[in-house]
């Protein structure tokens, strides 16, 4: 009984251990949980003459979301692509893609691979958390278990965020990448908020 007890009194404090962030991880800041606020702090991994960031609205104004300094003489007029990152819905403004010009010659990247390969190598914290965003990760910056992060000359440490199910369950991932080649290692930290209620759009 004795020892069953010592194992009853030592197993909630593993699992809170197991769930604590280090000292040495910084919080990550409220604006940059919102993919729009990351963009223009990539740095290419190739050169570019030009590169923007659009969504799929038919309006080419409200589209753009992002764009580096376009020379005066270049025109870009290239028609909508079928897909592209972060698909959130079907129909306008539903997801993102990247076109940018090299050599004259218009170039898009419109998937997760295609975005991480325009990434090139980790410069910075923004591009670290598009990275991760491509794998599904999420930033939750209510919690330092799904909103933290640290950066070492070869790796950039982030703890982020997966979402599941109705309540709403939340789960901790910690991840590893690899700055110059943008591999990434995540492990699951198990889970850390569980909504009470579940709200679901009821189709008419």
């Not at 570019?48 to 038919?58: A, E, I, K, S």
């Not at 990247?109 to 599904?136: K, M």
Request: net charge neutral.
């Amino acid at each position: 009984m004795k020892i069953i007890s010592i194992i009853s009194f030592l197993i909630p404090g593993l699992l809170l251990s197991q769930n604590t962030v280090p000292s040495d991880f910084k919080k990550i800041p409220d604006i940059l949980d919102t993919a729009e606020h990351l963009y223009p702090f990539i740095v290419p991994d190739k050169d570019y003459g030009y590169w923007r960031v659009l969504t799929n609205d038919p309006d080419p104004e409200k589209a753009v979301i992002y764009e580096s300094q376009m020379p005066d003489f270049m025109t870009i007029n290239e028609p909508l692509p079928e897909k592209g990152f972060f698909q959130q819905c079907i129909g306008n403004r539903c997801f993102s893609y990247i076109l940018a010009c090299k050599k004259d010659r218009s170039v898009y990247f419109s998937s997760e691979q295609q975005l991480r390969d325009f990434i090139g190598t980790v410069d910075n914290l923004p591009e670290a958390i598009l990275l991760v965003q491509t794998y599904g990760f999420t930033i939750d910056t209510s919690n330092k278990l799904s909103g933290s992060y640290k950066i070492e000359d070869r790796h950039m440490y982030l703890y982020a965020s997966k979402s599941k199910g109705c309540p709403e369950i939340k789960e901790s991932y910690f991840i590893k990448i690899n700055r110059k080649t943008g591999k990434l290692e995540s492990k699951n930290n198990g889970v850390y908020f569980k909504s009470e209620n579940c709200s679901q759009t009821v189709s008419q």
